[in-house]
């Protein structure tokens, strides 16, 4: 288990931000693109705060989700809006923003948002749940064996639809990055390191964990 551990939640933030920099620029040396795959949840928002005012090259940066709700993209809900309203919107250029549809159907988005879809994503973002799922793939739901890129998925103790990357699409990414903070993920992550093979996040391979000290406060 990969991981870096970060006094704070800002300073994991500021520490995203250097790897997404320098991971953008090693990429573009390569790629005419980077593509990035944002998470959902609000860890990422040290990391948006930490990008902005970062002079990079901003137009040559593609921007994907992972995961999002089924709703519209002005909702309070939204992954696509906390990443407009923190995050795209105080950048001075942008790529490519292409969001999940989360206001339609969420099979047909599924659908659609696959055929969008670069080949390949650069750096995929996940977060974890204190239950162990990532993305939208929550313990016991019918996303856990999806096939194919995108999937959508019911999710019983939420009572909704989400539309989600699939293991088969995060594992495609050259690069996944898992943002975890508060204590209320230890002792998840202490299984996790153990490969209790309990928990969903367990599935994606070889991931490099960002973590604050609280969400590290249980692995040896
Ligand atoms: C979502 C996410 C979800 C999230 C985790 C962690 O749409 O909610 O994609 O997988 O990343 O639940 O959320 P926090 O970062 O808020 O703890």
């Excluded at 250097?18 to 990422?44: C, M, Q, Y």
């Excluded at 005012?53 to 999002?68: A, C, N, Q």
């Excluded at 055929?115 to 996940?126: A, M, N, Q």
């Amino acid at each position: 288990m990969r991981y870096e551990v970060f006094e704070t939640p800002e300073a994991l933030g500021q520490g995203a931000a250097d790897l997404f920099e320098s991971l953008l620029l090693a990429t573009l040396r390569e790629r005419d693109r980077f593509r990035v795959a944002l998470s959902g949840g609000s860890t990422p928002l040290h990391l948006y705060r930490a990008l902005r005012g970062r002079e990079l090259p901003w137009e040559r940066v593609e921007w994907y989700w992972s995961d999002e709700r089924t709703v519209g993209p002005d909702s309070k809900d939204s992954n696509y809006r906390l990443a407009h309203d923190e995050l795209l919107a105080h950048l001075p250029a942008s790529g490519r923003v292409e969001r999940i549809p989360g206001e339609i159907d969420p099979h047909e988005a599924a659908r659609r948002y696959a055929e969008v879809l670069p080949e390949s994503i650069d750096l995929c973002y996940l977060g974890m749940g204190d239950d162990g799922h990532t993305a939208s793939l929550f313990p016991g739901t019918e996303g856990l064996a999806a096939t194919g890129r995108v999937t959508a998925n019911f999710v019983p103790r939420l009572g909704t639809w989400r539309v989600s990357f699939t293991f088969e699409e995060i594992n495609r990414a050259h690069n996944v990055q898992l943002l975890v903070t508060g204590q209320n993920k230890a002792s998840v992550l202490a299984e996790v390191r153990a490969h209790a093979g309990k928990h969903p996040v367990e599935r994606v391979k070889d991931p490099l964990w960002l973590l604050d000290r609280e969400a590290a406060s249980q692995l040896a």
